[in-house]
């Protein structure tokens, strides 16, 4: 853990880390309210998320700037998965998020463990991009029924569109909560306009819901007439923080929550990492994957303990902090004490939030978590990725959020798989100025030495062409009597057994057809892979030339090709194509390459 830089923590540091904070607590406290309410559990629940998940993951993290706690996204999964609890069995539902945070935080840790972070790396960010889009139309249609303030119809299990259809047709719409809605949209897009063109701290969000809130008071509407308001608000939160809590576990829970589970785990690593990743290329910060890993994991880990929302990074607080200033991870934890102080001292007042407030700032926040200029670039620029970002779209919408991004991941990996397993093969000349490159299709056959080279993964993936490449060699050195195959492995990466198999097949093949193989190039990797799997016990250690990293004296190509050739000898050398480059003594002195 990187904690020694914070003995150089001094009074800027702090200054800027505290500014930063101020900006980010006043985001995230409509936000944790928000992003709960999508979750369909309590708010408080939400703003828990915003102070403990957002403290653990900036105490054992690994980037400066990225700010945790509860998402639209994971919110979303959150809703999903807990879709098989009965609308009645409230308690049961806060039982199973809270079980839900601890396996999501256990499979996070024991990715970083194995330390299996960096394979995040190999999903294709297109997955995300299209996750994204889909979550943010699940947004947005999720928030039409309080934004017209009409009672949500149908439960989770339902159809998103099912479900829109049944609450648009079984209520009339609340003409003041409509008018909550168009004001929040309205005040919020104008102030953002002016944070921007005036370089003001982000409080815009905060300040539209404290006006409106206000607003809708005064003129009565959130006030109790009879019991009811006219127009929905949020429920009250308890001016406390909550004691450490072992979450019921109910085995039959856990079969429901693992699917889930899976998915906001990876889903919530992808985030952050992403995120982490994204900010990181503008400061130049080296970021630990795994030390984040293993940060996501003890946050929701601990979270699940605190009664809290599962949570992943957050873009828009994490912006929000780089672009305020921050300088250290502690702006995070500050950033979670100012939401605690928050609810100490003003919880009561959440009951008087219109829920249509909050509405309008989650379709806004919505509309701007749909990357337009992403989007039509990587339409424009792949079709691959955009067949990926519209499976992707297609299942988050139509079949569910959970399976969304499971299934682009798998998408992503079994897509990669066959692009990653295509060897390429090259035959090889030396031309009559002694360069060794690519043969032309104008160049003369040389019937003395055939070299030849691959390129790519030799794993099981890529077999079927390395035994294609290896047969071809084998009966065009037969066909046109050629007694030297120089076979250059210099750009071979990542052997496994398969293919080791396939070339000990090969080389065992050309001795018993009296043809010398002469192995080029090869990196000390592979060397080692054949040592271990025993070809130094029966093939010539002469024969094989290792590639020095740092070696400028000369090549093992042209080494393992001028071998080939002292080897054949001139007096034995009766192709033309050898005769037309340069006698033995100089084509020692003056060969290089091109490839």
């Not at 409509?30 to 403990?52: E, H, M, N, T």
């Not at 394979?119 to 039409?144: C, D, H, K, P």
């Not at 605190?306 to 250290?328: D, E, H, V, Y």
């Amino acid at each position: 853990m990187s904690y020694l830089k914070y003995l150089n923590y001094n009074l800027g540091k702090g200054r800027a880390d505290v500014i930063a904070a101020l900006t980010v607590a006043a985001i995230a406290l409509p936000q944790g309210i928000a992003y709960a309410l999508i979750a369909g559990v309590d708010p408080r629940f939400g703003l828990y998320s915003a102070i403990f998940v957002t403290a653990i993951a900036s105490i054992f993290g690994s980037s400066s700037h990225l700010i945790n706690g509860p998402t639209s996204a994971i919110s979303l999964v959150v809703f999903s998965t807990l879709g098989f609890f009965e609308p009645d069995a409230r308690l049961d539902a806060y039982e199973g998020m809270f079980l839900l945070g601890i396996m999501v935080g256990c499979i996070q840790i024991l990715i970083a463990v194995f330390k299996l972070g960096d394979l995040t790396r190999y999903i294709s960010e297109s997955v995300i991009l299209g996750f994204m889009t889909g979550a943010s139309v699940l947004l947005a249609i999720g928030q039409i029924g309080n934004a017209l303030g009409i009672r949500e119809k149908g439960t989770a299990h339902d159809q998103v569109f099912y479900r829109l259809w049944l609450t648009l047709t079984g209520g009339s719409p609340n003409y003041q909560a409509l008018g909550i809605t168009i004001v929040t949209i309205v005040l919020a897009l104008a102030l953002r306009q002016v944070v921007r063109k005036y370089g003001l701290p982000q409080f815009d969000m905060l300040f539209v819901l404290i006006f409106v809130s206000v607003g809708a008071y005064l003129l009565g509407w959130t006030v109790p007439n009879g019991g009811k308001t006219l127009v929905a608000v949020s429920a009250s939160v308890p001016a406390s923080l909550p004691l450490p809590h072992i979450p019921e576990i109910k085995f039959a829970w856990v079969g429901q929550l693992s699917r889930g589970a899976f998915a906001i785990a990876f889903l919530g690593l992808l985030e952050a990492l992403a995120i982490a990743k994204s900010i990181a290329n503008q400061t130049g910060q080296v970021l630990d994957y795994n030390q984040q890993c293993l940060a996501e994991g003890f946050a929701n880990l601990g979270g699940g303990f605190l009664q809290s929302l599962p949570g992943s990074g957050s873009l828009s607080r994490s912006a929000i902090n780089f672009q305020a200033g921050a300088k250290t991870r502690f702006s995070g934890v500050i950033a979670a004490t100012v939401v605690a102080v928050a609810i100490l001292t003003l919880a009561p007042l959440t009951k008087f939030i219109p829920k249509a407030a909050l509405s309008g700032l989650l379709i806004i926040t919505a509309a701007r978590l749909i990357d337009l200029k992403r989007l039509r670039y990587t339409f424009k620029a792949s079709l691959f990725d955009a067949g990926l970002v519209l499976i992707t779209v297609f299942t988050a919408i139509f079949v569910d959020i959970e399976y969304s991004i499971l299934t682009g991941v798998a998408l992503s990996i079994l897509l990669f798989v066959p692009r990653a397993a295509k060897l390429k093969g090259a035959e090889l000349v030396i031309n009559n100025e002694g360069i060794v490159r690519e043969k032309l299709s104008i160049d003369p056959p040389c019937t003395s030495v055939l070299l030849f080279d691959l390129e790519g993964e030799i794993f099981f993936g890529a077999a079927p062409d390395l035994d294609r490449y290896l047969e071809e060699l084998i009966n065009r050195a037969i066909g046109a009597d050629v007694r030297f195959i120089v076979l250059r492995l210099k750009r071979v990466r990542n052997s496994d057994i398969v293919c080791l198999e396939r070339i000990e097949h090969f080389l065992h093949q050309a001795h018993k057809r009296g043809i010398t193989v002469v192995l080029a190039g090869v990196r000390p990797e592979l060397d080692q892979a054949f040592s271990r799997a025993g070809f130094k016990e029966w093939f010539p250690e002469n024969q094989i030339f290792i590639e020095q990293e740092n070696d400028d004296t000369d090549s093992a190509t042209l080494k393992a090709v001028r071998y080939a050739y002292e080897l054949l000898g001139d007096d034995a050398n009766n192709c033309e194509h050898c005769a037309a480059i340069k006698t033995q003594e100089d084509r020692r002195a003056s060969l290089y390459y091109l490839v």
